[in-house]
């Protein structure tokens, strides 16, 4: 009777051929949650600008609202995926290439987070306790995704002479951790006993998370032969994102720590002090590496990127991994007053709006030609057998276990 049925199901799928909508639902991927990560990538740098103009402000809410809605967007699809194709869902997780990207989606969190801070409660209605409940929410994320991904990449042995800095992907949202938890002290009071403890878990996780990408960066440069081609060119930007975020959590939250410190009879009355001003050396030095990293990715950037609609994807790590040097290009401006950093900023800022420009406008066209998140007839058709047969059999199970 089971296999009736799946031939049933089969038949009239092929009779009827396969949806449109149901190819992109199968089609879709983690590979999604750069796009908002780009989106996100926009209105955290122009946040960041020294001049900031109301309708600068009126920009940022409107990307930030974008990055909300396309991170809803590609959680339900994925959701639906998961119980319409779970063979599908499962063999994304452990695939070599997209099983990198489900962390993605916690970093696409922390910029809606920060969006969150910045348009929500210091201009808006939102109260610092619910920036404190999304800091946790955010860990706890972070450690839920992390932990189990490092534990499947682990378990199998990966050849050096294909190694890339995606692979960082799998520590990006511990590393992360620092940028959230400087934005939120940025609302919350520094005598709050909260404000300690955010200030010593954003260092922890930082300092792992750096750590962490910055061991992957070694073997990376180890394995260096020549200049990436293909998508995988795409991916060498994703080497300035550890330096470049480290450094700017590094001065941040040591400018938070002069203020924390003190006020808790934490070390001495001077520690916070100490602790900005030998941040603010060692962001110094690792804005030059991530500085590095950049142009080692840009320079080769155009001649050995395959121009294909269909690899549009990777190249959204364009956007986000140069947030954090970015950001702290006009950071270093301001505290050491070199005004040629603000230019740069604003010059880098332009750069990243163009490109987001580009990017998405591609990805949509591509989406439209049915070029990416589009699956073959066969391949939805065999993960619809699969989840058929699993559902008749668990029927057949159920039945016999109720006649008994």
Known sequence: MSLDRINEAATAKRQGGVGSLARH???????????????????????????????LTSVETVFWSLDMAIFLFNAIILLVQAFQYPHRAWRLL???????????????????????????????????????????????LSLVTCVPMLMIWFNRPHDILRFTPGYAFL???????????????????????????????????QGLGFF???????????????FMEGHQATSAFVACGPPGFTALSLINLADHASAILPAHGIISNAAGEIWYATSVMAALLLYGLAVFFFFLGVIPYWFKLHKRLDQILPCWALTFPNVGWIVTTGLLGQILNIQGLFIVHVVMDT???????????????????????NAKDEDV??????????????????DTGTLV
């Open 381 to 398: 058709l065999k993960d619809f057998i699969f989840t058929v047969d699993e559902k008749v059999t668990a029927d057949s199970h159920s």
């Open 212 to 226: 962490m990408t910055f061991f992957y960066l070694g073997v990376y440069l180890l394995r260096y032969t020549g």
């Open 94 to 140: 452990q695939d070599p290439v997209e099983g990198l990207y489900p962390p993605m989606m916690v970093l696409q969190f922390a910029t809606i987070t920060i969006g969150t801070i910045d348009y929500t409660v210091i201009n808006g209605p939102a109260s610092p306790n619910v920036v404190y409940v999304l800091f946790w929410i955010y860990v706890g």
């Open 25 to 55: 639902i199968h089609g879709w991927s983690w590979q999604s949650f750069p796009i908002g990560m780009g989106t996100g990538a926009v209105f955290v740098t122009l946040s960041g600008l020294k001049e900031h103009p109301s309708w």
């Open 351 to 373: 750069i990243l709006f163009l490109t987001w420009s580009v990017l998405i406008v591609l990805t949509i066209t591509a989406i439209w030609k049915g070029l990416i998140f």
């Open 171 to 205: 520590v990006f949202p511990l590393m992360l951790t620092g940028v959230v938890a400087f934005n939120a002290l940025r609302v919350i009071d520094p005598s709050d006993p909260r404000a300690l403890g955010i200030l010593i878990t954003g260092y922890f996780f």
